[in-house]
């Protein structure tokens, strides 16, 4: 059985995903909801006016004509202004992609060219794209989108062609107004009803030749905007994965994407390979190749799924405690004299006569066993072990060793996340005292447990949480920022069946599967 450390964010998973590629477990598993997706991607197009100032910048091409000139056709269109855009996203479990729909109204400007008289003209367009992505050709953490197929759907809203009175300003305007005057003047009551239905008219002209024009060139231009647009979003958000994030000033944490995300229609799914650099060492996370799933999401927006071998390893390096030795005096430890008469009584009975128990004791503690972190549904335990060393007076004034003993701890673990750093405090639960070597004979090193607790409590406590304060670093993948999160803690086991939309990651049927998880709420940066 596997057991995950997860932290999970504003949206859900369904279950387990399929995965691809290597049939192991990564260090760090990822899946981000459709909610969590359409806001990165929403906001990444529409910052700054990104998805505007590219629409504006576009050029469209004059269609000429072929042969002889025609009676009607336009020049120099361009967009003037972008009017609210939108955009959607939808995942296709089935295909295994995404289609980015953006809907926006466009304001364009052409000049109307009919015979040897032109006129400008203001267009109002409503449109709707919808661009189908893929990831593909993954190499080295990184991976491409590949462009499957762009639609472009316009209508037009309304065509304003202004009618102008100087000949030179608007000759077209000009000549319609004289062709037209002696044909409808009779039926028309007012200038003001002739000038509506001189526009009409115009309006009536123009639009044939203007659908036909933006038929042309609209889709074309407008999804090489998009596509521009959706390989940025891409970039940043693989920008988001592929992080080098420090562990205090001599270690750096290298999170890099291990093989092509996964599209379902429930979540985009991600798997995370970790390096760590340290010491001119080089760790690699363990993976394996046992099959592990992502945790359930509920109604959350990110899941972090981190394997309980990862943790070890980043309990490895960040617990380094240098052996601590000290006399045993109440400035240094509080209960120093009671732990002296506790020694005092357990040597009593030895015939001992370098123990001089009356005199301060020489102490030394030295953590001898890598920490260890067990997951369960309703605790989280460290077992480290350490030696205890103590050393008298003798009354020749030599130091000399009297036993050595082992305390195998178990330590209770509270896990919280701060600033994107995965913290554990700790606080010692129970120990067990074993005799490892006695210069004194056999001794019952058990009736010291209350006083070696304490001690333990004072002298090695402290310099554990200090070094788990430094956190674990986790990548802000979409720029979520986790802050002040409310953390739960459960254990589901799953038995790996296919899911109806969703199915396994790499998982056996019937393979159980024991999952714990910590809820957080996340904040965007």
Same mark, same amino acid.
């Given at each position: 059985?596997?057991?995950?450390?997860?932290?999970?964010?504003?949206?859900?998973?369904?279950?387990?995903?399929?995965?691809?590629?290597?049939?192991?477990?990564?260090?760090?598993?990822?899946?981000?909801?459709?909610?969590?997706?359409?806001?990165?991607?929403?906001?990444?197009? *529409?910052?700054?006016?990104?998805?505007?100032?590219?629409?504006?910048?576009?050029?469209?091409?004059?269609?000429?004509?072929?042969?002889?000139?025609?009676?009607?056709?336009? =020049?120099?269109?361009?967009?003037?202004?972008?009017?609210?855009?939108?955009?959607?996203?939808?995942?296709?479990?089935?295909?295994?992609?995404?289609?980015?729909?953006?809907?926006?109204?466009?304001?364009?400007?052409?000049?109307?060219?009919?015979?040897?008289?032109?006129?400008?003209?203001?267009?109002?367009?409503?449109?709707?794209? =919808?661009?189908?992505?893929?990831?593909?050709?993954?190499?080295?953490?990184?991976?491409?989108?590949?462009?499957?197929?762009?639609?472009? !759907?316009?209508?037009?809203?309304?065509?304003?062609?202004?009618?102008?009175?100087?000949?030179?300003?608007?000759?077209?305007?000009?000549?319609?107004?004289?062709?037209?005057?002696?044909?409808?003047?009779?039926?028309?009551?007012?200038? !003001?009803?002739?000038?509506?239905?001189?526009?009409?008219?115009?309006?009536?002209?123009?639009?044939?030749?203007?659908?036909?024009?933006?038929?042309?060139?609209?889709?074309?231009?407008?999804?090489?905007?998009?596509?521009?647009?959706?390989?940025?979003?891409?970039?940043?958000?693989?920008?988001?994965?592929?992080?080098?994030?420090?562990?205090?000033?001599?270690?750096?944490?290298?999170?890099?994407?291990?093989?092509?995300?996964?599209?379902?229609?429930?979540?985009?799914?991600?798997?995370? =390979?970790?390096?760590?650099?340290?010491?001119?060492?080089?760790?690699?996370?363990?993976?394996?190749?046992?099959?592990?799933?992502?945790?359930?999401?509920?109604?959350?927006?990110?899941?972090?799924?981190?394997?309980? &071998?990862?943790?070890?390893?980043?309990?490895?390096?960040?617990?380094?405690?240098?052996?601590?030795?000290?006399?045993?005096?109440?400035?240094?430890?509080?209960? &120093?004299?009671?732990?002296?008469? &506790?020694?005092?009584?357990?040597?009593?009975?030895?015939?001992?006569?370098?123990?001089?128990?009356?005199?301060?004791?020489?102490?030394?503690?030295?953590?001898?066993?890598?920490?260890?972190?067990?997951?369960?549904?309703?605790?989280?335990?460290?077992?480290?072990?350490?030696?205890?060393?103590?050393?008298?007076?003798?009354?020749?004034?030599?130091?000399?060793?009297?036993?050595?003993?082992?305390?195998?701890?178990?330590?209770?673990?509270?896990?919280?996340?701060?600033?994107?750093?995965?913290?554990?405090?700790?606080?010692?639960?129970?120990?067990?005292?074993?005799?490892?070597?006695?210069?004194?004979?056999?001794?019952?090193?058990?009736?010291?447990?209350?006083?070696?607790? &304490?001690?333990?409590?004072?002298?090695?406590?402290?310099?554990?949480?200090?070094?788990?304060?430094?956190?674990?670093?986790?990548?802000?993948? *979409?720029?979520?920022?986790?802050?002040?999160?409310?953390?739960?803690?459960?254990?589901?086991?799953?038995?790996?069946?296919?899911?109806?939309?969703?199915?396994?990651?790499?998982?056996?049927?019937?393979?159980?599967?024991?999952?714990?998880?910590?809820?957080?709420?996340?904040?965007? *940066?």
């Amino acid at each position: 059985m596997w057991r995950f450390l997860g932290l999970v964010v504003f949206c859900s998973l369904a279950g387990p995903l399929q995965g691809q590629g290597e049939k192991s477990s990564p260090a760090i598993l990822c899946a981000v909801s459709p909610t969590a997706i359409l806001k990165f991607v929403s906001t990444f197009c *529409l910052r700054n006016g990104l998805l505007q100032s590219h629409m504006l910048a576009l050029q469209f091409p004059d269609i000429q004509p072929k042969g002889k000139q025609p009676e009607h056709w336009i =020049k120099d269109l361009h967009i003037v202004k972008v009017f609210a855009p939108s955009v959607t996203v939808e995942l296709q479990g089935k295909t295994a992609d995404a289609i980015v729909c953006v809907q926006v109204r466009l304001h364009l400007s052409a000049t109307f060219f009919s015979g040897k008289h032109h006129e400008s003209i203001d267009i109002i367009v409503d449109v709707d794209i =919808k661009s189908r992505n893929k990831p593909v050709d993954f190499f080295m953490g990184t991976f491409s989108l590949k462009y499957e197929s762009c639609n472009v !759907e316009f209508k037009i809203a309304k065509i304003v062609c202004p009618v102008k009175s100087s000949a030179t300003e608007g000759q077209f305007g000009l000549a319609f107004h004289k062709a037209l005057n002696a044909l409808v003047l009779l039926y028309l009551p007012s200038n !003001e009803d002739f000038a509506s239905f001189q526009r009409l008219l115009l309006v009536n002209q123009v639009r044939p030749v203007v659908a036909e024009v933006l038929t042309t060139t609209f889709p074309k231009a407008l999804c090489r905007v998009v596509e521009l647009v959706i390989r940025l979003v891409s970039i940043d958000f693989q920008y988001t994965a592929n992080v080098l994030l420090s562990i205090g000033s001599t270690t750096t944490v290298h999170y890099r994407i291990g093989i092509l995300p996964l599209i379902t229609s429930s979540a985009v799914a991600l798997e995370l =390979k970790v390096l760590i650099r340290t010491g001119g060492r080089i760790i690699t996370v363990p993976i394996s190749s046992a099959p592990v799933p992502v945790p359930v999401l509920r109604t959350h927006a990110l899941c972090l799924g981190i394997t309980q &071998a990862s943790l070890h390893v980043f309990l490895s390096i960040l617990v380094r405690i240098q052996p601590q030795e000290f006399i045993c005096t109440p400035e240094v430890f509080s209960g &120093a004299v009671e732990l002296t008469d &506790a020694i005092a009584v357990l040597l009593s009975n030895q015939k001992c006569p370098k123990c001089a128990t009356k005199s301060p004791l020489k102490i030394t503690i030295t953590v001898v066993s890598v920490p260890v972190i067990t997951l369960e549904p309703k605790r989280t335990i460290i077992d480290i072990s350490v030696e205890i060393g103590i050393f008298a007076k003798g009354p020749s004034g030599a130091i000399s060793g009297l036993f050595v003993m082992r305390a195998n701890l178990k330590l209770s673990v509270q896990i919280s996340v701060h600033d994107c750093k995965l913290i554990l405090s700790t606080q010692l639960t129970s120990l067990e005292l074993i005799l490892v070597s006695s210069e004194v004979g056999p001794i019952d090193v058990s009736v010291l447990g209350k006083a070696i607790r &304490a001690l333990l409590v004072e002298t090695l406590m402290p310099r554990v949480n200090d070094c788990l304060s430094v956190g674990v670093p986790l990548p802000s993948l *979409l720029h979520l920022k986790m802050a002040y999160p409310a953390i739960e803690v459960s254990q589901t086991v799953q038995s790996g069946r296919e899911e109806t939309d969703v199915g396994p990651m790499g998982l056996g049927r019937d393979a159980p599967m024991v999952l714990v998880a910590l809820v957080v709420q996340l904040q965007v *940066l």
